[in-house]
Protein backbone atom coordinates (compact mmCIF):
# COMPACT_ATOMS: atom_id res chain seq x y z
CA UNK A 1 0.00 0.00 0.00
CA UNK A 2 1.41 3.59 -0.56
CA UNK A 3 -0.46 6.53 0.47
CA UNK A 4 -0.29 9.58 -1.14
CA UNK A 5 -1.10 12.82 0.32
CA UNK A 6 -2.17 15.92 -1.23
CA UNK A 7 -2.21 19.37 0.90
CA UNK A 8 -3.43 22.42 -0.47
CA UNK A 9 0.07 23.99 0.10
CA UNK A 10 1.88 21.59 -1.86
CA UNK A 11 -0.59 21.22 -4.78
CA UNK A 12 1.48 23.42 -7.20
CA UNK A 13 4.33 21.36 -6.26
CA UNK A 14 2.66 17.50 -6.92
CA UNK A 15 1.64 14.83 -4.41
CA UNK A 16 4.24 13.22 -2.02
CA UNK A 17 4.35 9.67 -0.84
CA UNK A 18 4.09 8.09 2.37
CA UNK A 19 3.50 4.82 4.16
CA UNK A 20 0.85 5.32 6.50
CA UNK A 21 -2.56 3.72 7.77
CA UNK A 22 -2.76 -0.41 7.35
CA UNK A 23 -4.45 -0.87 4.20
CA UNK A 24 -4.61 -3.50 1.84
CA UNK A 25 -1.48 -3.82 -0.68
CA UNK A 26 -4.35 -3.86 -3.31
CA UNK A 27 -5.67 -0.44 -2.37
CA UNK A 28 -4.49 3.20 -2.95
CA UNK A 29 -5.30 5.71 -0.46
CA UNK A 30 -5.22 9.32 -1.52
CA UNK A 31 -5.31 11.56 1.34
CA UNK A 32 -6.17 15.09 0.92
CA UNK A 33 -6.05 18.32 3.06
CA UNK A 34 -7.31 21.64 2.41
CA UNK A 35 -9.35 22.62 -0.24
CA UNK A 36 -10.62 20.69 -3.22
CA UNK A 37 -11.60 23.05 -5.79
CA UNK A 38 -10.12 24.32 -8.84
CA UNK A 39 -6.58 24.49 -8.39
CA UNK A 40 -5.91 21.13 -6.24
CA UNK A 41 -8.25 19.10 -8.84
CA UNK A 42 -5.56 19.50 -11.26
CA UNK A 43 -3.34 17.53 -8.42
CA UNK A 44 -5.63 15.20 -7.98
CA UNK A 45 -6.15 14.27 -11.21
CA UNK A 46 -3.08 13.98 -12.18
CA UNK A 47 -2.44 11.88 -9.26
CA UNK A 48 -5.21 9.86 -10.10
CA UNK A 49 -4.28 9.49 -13.31
CA UNK A 50 -0.72 8.04 -12.24
CA UNK A 51 -2.15 5.36 -10.30
CA UNK A 52 -4.63 3.87 -12.79
CA UNK A 53 -1.96 4.23 -15.60
CA UNK A 54 0.32 2.55 -13.06
CA UNK A 55 -2.21 -0.48 -12.98
CA UNK A 56 -3.58 0.53 -9.56
CA UNK A 57 -7.09 1.19 -10.20
CA UNK A 58 -8.79 0.25 -6.33
CA UNK A 59 -8.89 4.16 -5.19
CA UNK A 60 -9.74 5.07 -1.68
CA UNK A 61 -9.68 8.89 -1.32
CA UNK A 62 -9.52 10.40 2.17
CA UNK A 63 -11.56 13.25 2.11
CA UNK A 64 -11.84 13.24 6.26
CA UNK A 65 -9.74 16.83 6.57
CA UNK A 66 -10.79 18.69 4.00
CA UNK A 67 -12.28 22.13 4.80
CA UNK A 68 -13.79 22.88 1.30
CA UNK A 69 -14.95 21.00 -1.67
CA UNK A 70 -16.09 23.00 -5.27
CA UNK A 71 -17.44 21.98 -8.61
CA UNK A 72 -14.20 21.53 -9.76
CA UNK A 73 -13.54 19.28 -6.89
CA UNK A 74 -16.79 17.31 -7.73
CA UNK A 75 -15.47 16.70 -11.12
CA UNK A 76 -12.06 15.75 -10.42
CA UNK A 77 -13.62 12.53 -8.28
CA UNK A 78 -16.23 12.06 -10.63
CA UNK A 79 -13.62 11.35 -14.14
CA UNK A 80 -11.44 9.41 -11.38
CA UNK A 81 -14.37 7.19 -10.44
CA UNK A 82 -15.07 6.63 -14.37
CA UNK A 83 -11.32 5.89 -15.05
CA UNK A 84 -10.83 3.24 -12.48
CA UNK A 85 -14.28 1.62 -13.42
CA UNK A 86 -13.09 1.48 -17.11
CA UNK A 87 -9.81 -0.19 -16.15
CA UNK A 88 -11.87 -2.62 -13.59
CA UNK A 89 -11.68 -0.66 -10.46
CA UNK A 90 -13.61 1.82 -8.28
CA UNK A 91 -13.15 4.96 -6.70
CA UNK A 92 -14.29 5.12 -2.80
CA UNK A 93 -14.26 7.87 -0.53
CA UNK A 94 -14.09 9.16 3.45
CA UNK A 95 -16.04 11.12 4.06
CA UNK A 96 -15.82 14.59 4.98
CA UNK A 97 -15.84 15.66 8.88
CA UNK A 98 -16.64 19.04 8.27
CA UNK A 99 -20.32 19.64 7.61
CA UNK A 100 -20.00 22.59 5.01
CA UNK A 101 -17.90 19.94 2.90
CA UNK A 102 -20.38 17.02 3.46
CA UNK A 103 -22.97 19.31 2.22
CA UNK A 104 -21.84 19.82 -0.96
CA UNK A 105 -21.51 15.89 -1.40
CA UNK A 106 -25.40 15.83 -0.15
CA UNK A 107 -26.72 18.76 -1.99
CA UNK A 108 -25.00 17.37 -4.95
CA UNK A 109 -26.46 13.74 -4.41
CA UNK A 110 -22.54 12.53 -4.85
CA UNK A 111 -23.41 11.26 -1.54
CA UNK A 112 -25.42 8.51 -3.44
CA UNK A 113 -23.00 8.19 -5.89
CA UNK A 114 -20.26 7.20 -4.15
CA UNK A 115 -19.68 4.55 -1.66
CA UNK A 116 -18.51 6.60 1.30
CA UNK A 117 -17.33 5.98 5.01
CA UNK A 118 -16.38 7.19 8.48
CA UNK A 119 -12.57 5.79 8.07
CA UNK A 120 -9.76 4.24 5.12
CA UNK A 121 -9.97 1.01 7.16
CA UNK A 122 -13.76 0.60 7.11
CA UNK A 123 -13.78 1.83 3.39
CA UNK A 124 -11.02 -1.05 3.00
CA UNK A 125 -12.42 -3.74 5.10
CA UNK A 126 -15.56 -3.41 2.83
CA UNK A 127 -13.08 -3.68 -0.61
CA UNK A 128 -11.08 -6.43 0.83
CA UNK A 129 -14.71 -8.41 1.74
CA UNK A 130 -16.21 -7.73 -1.62
Request: no cysteine; charged share 25%; net charge negative.
Amino acid sequence: MTETRIDEAESSQGPGASIAQPIPAEVELISLAGRLDVVSSNTLRQTIKEHIDGGRNRLLIDLSVIDFVDSAGLAALVRGMKLARQAGGDVRLVRPRRSDAMRVFELTTFDKIFEMGETAQEMASQWSAS
